[in-house]
């Protein structure tokens, strides 16, 4: 059974920083596709970073910039790379996989993702 485990969320200051770590098990090959989606409350998911095995990554506009995700093949290992916060990332963040190759159009379509992990809250105070 697959798994994914979220962890480095947490509350910060406005332009302060956060690093979001996404550990997948349970599985006998590789996730080709990884992002992270957050969803505010009231508001839909989005998403906002994805990467697939040969590290082609795509970024939301909203975080472009400012966030980095990047993968640790070794260790299974997605991360989101998280500065010049703001209060409006302030949200749920979730880590999605796939053991499908994604085109990169598909990366931040959380409808094309089979696996999620349980979500880590990110809170950013003015």
């Known amino acids: 059974q697959v798994q994914l485990v979220e962890s480095g969320g947490g509350s910060v200051q406005s332009g302060g920083s956060l690093r979001l770590s996404c550990a997948a098990s349970?599985?006998?090959?590789?996730?080709?596709?990884m992002a992270w989606f957050r969803q505010a409350p009231g508001k839909e998911r989005e998403g906002v970073a994805g990467?697939?095995?040969?590290?082609?990554?795509s970024y939301a506009e909203s975080v472009k910039g400012r966030f980095s995700i990047y993968q640790d093949n070794a260790k299974n290992t997605v991360y989101l790379q998280m500065n010049s916060l703001k209060p409006e990332d302030t949200a749920m963040y979730y880590c999605?996989?796939?053991?499908?190759?994604?085109?990169?159009?598909?990366?931040?379509?959380?409808?094309?993702?089979?696996?999620w992990g349980q979500g880590t809250q990110v809170t950013v105070s003015s």
């Open positions: 990467i697939r095995y040969d590290a082609w990554t």
């Open positions: 349970g599985y006998t090959q590789s996730m080709y596709s």
């Open positions: 999605a996989a796939d053991y499908d190759i994604f085109p990169l159009s598909w990366l931040l379509d959380g409808r094309k993702y089979h696996y």
